[in-house]
């Protein structure tokens, strides 16, 4: 699915909205040894190179505490993804998704999600392994991997449970 700005086979674009609906701070950058697209993994591995997220100073007190949790959930803007294509093909054929049925990072708001493995704190900056972003890619939030933050609730009648048709 890797591309650079190609209409493939299959694939559809829209026009975009005229204005945005909401803005967001970016609160820091991911250093990662990727400076293209196309070296990045698909998905990051715990085994995977150790990255930096480095926390702009302005939110440096809001890491207070984090280094009680072993693993994050990471939101970073997938900056040089177009945001058009609602119908995408795979790089190499394949049959051609709706942009809501895929991890592509090409979508109306290129979020990408990762969780990783905590190594150290330093100041500002985190060290963890399991990204797969581009260095410099802006860094929107972090926080504690939900199933360490709070324990899951048991069931409860009528909730929806995996296998359900
Ligand atoms: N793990 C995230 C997720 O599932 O939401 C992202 C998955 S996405 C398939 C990862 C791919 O996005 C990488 O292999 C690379 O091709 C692309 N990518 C990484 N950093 C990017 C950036 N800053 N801008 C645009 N594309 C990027």
């Not at 890797?2 to 204005?19: F, H, M, Q, S, T």
């Not at 591995?45 to 809001?62: H, K, M, N, T, V």
């Amino acid at each position: 699915m890797v591309r650079r700005n190609e209409i493939r086979p299959g694939e559809r674009a829209v026009d975009l909205p005229p204005a945005y609906d909401a803005s967001l701070y970016f609160i820091g950058r991911i250093r990662t040894p990727w400076s293209d697209r196309l070296d990045c993994p698909r998905q990051g591995r715990f085994d995977g190179p150790q990255c930096r997220l480095e926390i702009d100073a302005r939110w440096q007190e809001g890491l207070d505490s984090i280094e009680e949790f072993a693993r994050l959930e990471v939101l970073y803007w997938l900056h040089q993804s177009r945001r058009d294509l609602v119908h995408q093909s795979p790089r190499n054929g394949g049959r051609a998704r709706g942009v809501f049925s895929l991890r592509t990072p090409v979508r109306p708001n290129p979020i990408g999600t990762a969780i990783v493995k905590l190594e150290r704190v330093e100041g500002a900056v985190l060290f963890v392994r399991g990204l797969d972003c581009l260095d410099g890619t802006p860094l929107i939030d972090v926080k504690p991997d939900r199933t360490l933050f709070e324990p899951p609730a048991p069931p409860r009648k009528g909730d929806f449970q995996v296998g359900d048709a």
